[in-house]
């Protein structure tokens, strides 16, 4: 009995010796984990650009709803850009591409990602003042989101999709009852915005308000106060 205690605890002092070991390897070979390996894990986006040879009125000509897509993937500084457009820092006050009443922002934009170079496929959120993404989900969930916006071919062929949700008590807190309009107003400005910076992009877009709002909270793994308001789906014309 004593002899089988001792080779117990001798295989348990192998066993953390080698996680141990495993450890200062990691470390000292300056790996870091994959963001698929750490839901939450904050991934930093490309800087966004300020300036391009597109101007505003050339992005309002060519600005169109579009539904159909190529099967090429997205780069990650086309998906920040398109995100920082919807909800980015401006000014060292946190002021945002989009007009929020009261400075409330009660917008919380997802990333779907697809089919989008650099990043795994799965679900995230945009940390507007990081100018980051944090994991939500693991996986594709295209199809699955495809299947709560009442099968809309868009939406599973866009390399990514952005989602708009809002927190209504946000906004709602100040100005009661009224304050929903408020919202709804805020994120057709932040749409907007996407429409303009993917035409610059070259890129095409749609808004969709077709779903079923408890289906894409399950998809995307939403709080219970987060709402969604709308679907775009992005991808190369």
């Known amino acids: 009995m004593a002899r089988n205690i001792r080779i117990l605890v001798l295989i348990g002092l192998l066993v953390i010796a080698s996680s141990v070991a495993g450890v200062v390897w990691w470390r000292a070979s300056g790996k870091t984990p994959s963001p698929a390996e750490k839901i939450g894990a904050m991934i930093e986006l490309p800087a966004p650009r300020y300036e391009s040879s597109v101007s505003l009125e050339a992005a309002l000509l060519q600005r169109r709803s579009v539904r159909d897509y190529s099967v090429e993937p997205l780069t990650l500084t086309e998906a920040g850009q398109l995100l920082w457009a919807a909800q980015g820092i401006t000014d060292a006050r946190g002021g945002r591409t989009v007009p929020s009443a009261g400075a409330l922002y009660p917008l919380e934009v997802f990333l779907l990602a697809g089919s989008l170079d650099g990043l795994p496929a799965g679900v995230y959120r945009y ?20 299947q709560a916006a009442l099968n809309q071919e868009a939406v599973k062929d866009g390399a990514i999709v952005i989602v708009f949700a809002a927190v209504y008590e946000r906004t709602q807190v100040k100005y009661g009852e009224r304050g929903a309009q408020y919202v709804h107003i805020e994120v057709g400005c932040a749409a907007q915005n996407v429409y303009l910076q993917a035409a610059a992009l070259d890129l095409g877009t749609v808004f ?30």
């Open 127 to 146: 940390l507007p003042h990081e100018h980051a993404l944090a994991m939500v989900q693991e996986g594709d969930r295209r199809i699955e989101l495809y």
């Open 208 to 237: 969709i308000g077709a779903f079923y709002d408890d289906q894409v909270k399950a998809v995307l793994g939403l709080e219970e106060n987060e709402v969604p308001l709308g679907l775009m789906p992005v991808g190369r014309r």
